[in-house]
């Protein structure tokens, strides 16, 4: 019986105030798919970091004639220059830190360099003595980049040590700064889903008000009486947010999977999986979202 009249009354209430209902989905909708977008957005972040940095070389450029460097004071490298600082590489100090090393010389350098701009003016502009020669090194760890640099910046016959993550930090800075602002306009909108909550709480309560004191005076427990208030806001919410998990597993779906990924299909990206690992954390954002907010509200504006 209990149970029924709950039921009822959360109908009621519904029907009652069916437009505030609705404007509270869209704006949980709204406010949990900045959440989400943020989250799926980091997640991208890191799965391309993870992809890029895992590709990431360290180049020894070696000196040639008229390097600067203090290393190459005594001109172009020499070969005995070039095996010592092989041995060094695979010697025990770096051996822990290098997955891989290898001679590129200054022709292999210019082949490469002709097949990655081959389509552009400046290939017919650039020989191969321009092009130093240089080992290429693999990390383990793509972050223990210091060692080698510090190991090697003052070896003889090594001119330059270049690390091509800084190339790659700056792009995952900006899209760092985008997760940060999508998250902040989140925030804004969560805020303001949860006054619009606590608005239409109030309201039903006001206009349910003679319902509830009738309960009152008949001895109904407080869980009864405010049980119905906060089961619609929490439906509420919970609508808007299984709506916003379900924007965002299209849109990784049918967006990223089946176009991105295609267009790009050098770059690693999330997919439709990742946004059903979002979707249940919204949800439960929204249920203690709208169940907070409803709580809290009809202890101040409805007495029992």
């Keep these: 019986m209990r149970a029924a009249f709950i039921l009822g009354e959360i109908g009621h209430g519904l029907r009652r105030n069916l437009t505030m209902v609705i404007s509270i989905v869209l704006v949980t909708f709204v406010s949990l798919t900045f959440v989400g977008a943020a989250a799926l957005l980091q997640m991208q972040i890191n799965q391309m970091k993870g992809y890029w940095y895992d590709k990431v070389e360290i180049s020894l450029f070696l000196c040639q004639e008229g390097s600067v460097s203090p290393s190459c004071s005594s001109g172009a490298v020499t070969e005995q220059q070039r095996e010592a600082i092989a041995a060094q590489l695979q010697s025990p100090t770096f051996a822990p830190y290098v997955a891989s090393a290898h001679y590129e010389s200054s022709d292999e350098a210019f082949t490469h360099f002709r097949e990655q701009f081959e389509n552009s003016p400046i290939v017919d502009t650039v020989t191969a003595d321009q092009l130093p020669s240089s080992f290429r090194i693999q990390l383990k760890d793509p972050t223990t980049f210091d060692v080698i640099r510090e190991g090697f910046s003052s070896t003889?016959?090594?001119?330059?040590?270049?690390?091509?993550?800084?190339?790659?930090?700056?792009?995952?800075?900006?899209?760092?700064?985008?997760?940060?602002?999508?998250?902040?306009?989140?925030?804004?909108?969560?805020?303001?889903?949860?006054?619009?909550?606590?608005?239409?709480?109030?309201?039903s309560a006001f206009s349910r008000r003679r319902e509830t004191g009738i309960m009152r005076l008949v001895g109904a427990p407080t869980s009864v009486i405010q049980l119905p208030f906060v089961l619609e806001g929490i439906i509420a919410a919970t609508v808007g947010a299984v709506l916003a998990s379900a924007a965002l597993w299209a849109f990784t779906r049918f967006y990223v999977e089946d176009y991105l990924s295609r267009e790009s299909q050098d770059l690693a990206f999330i997919s439709a999986g990742d946004a059903l690992i979002v979707a249940p954390a919204l949800i439960l954002l929204g249920v203690v979202l709208a169940g907070a907010s409803s709580v809290l509200t009809l202890r101040r504006y409805l007495k029992v």
Aim: glycine share 4%; net charge negative.
């Design 156 to 203: 003889p016959g090594v001119d330059t040590v270049n690390d091509q993550r800084e190339l790659l930090d700056p792009l995952f800075s900006k899209l760092n700064q985008a997760s940060v602002f999508a998250l902040v306009t989140a925030g804004i909108m969560i805020v303001c889903a949860v006054l619009l909550i606590a608005t239409t709480i109030r309201l």
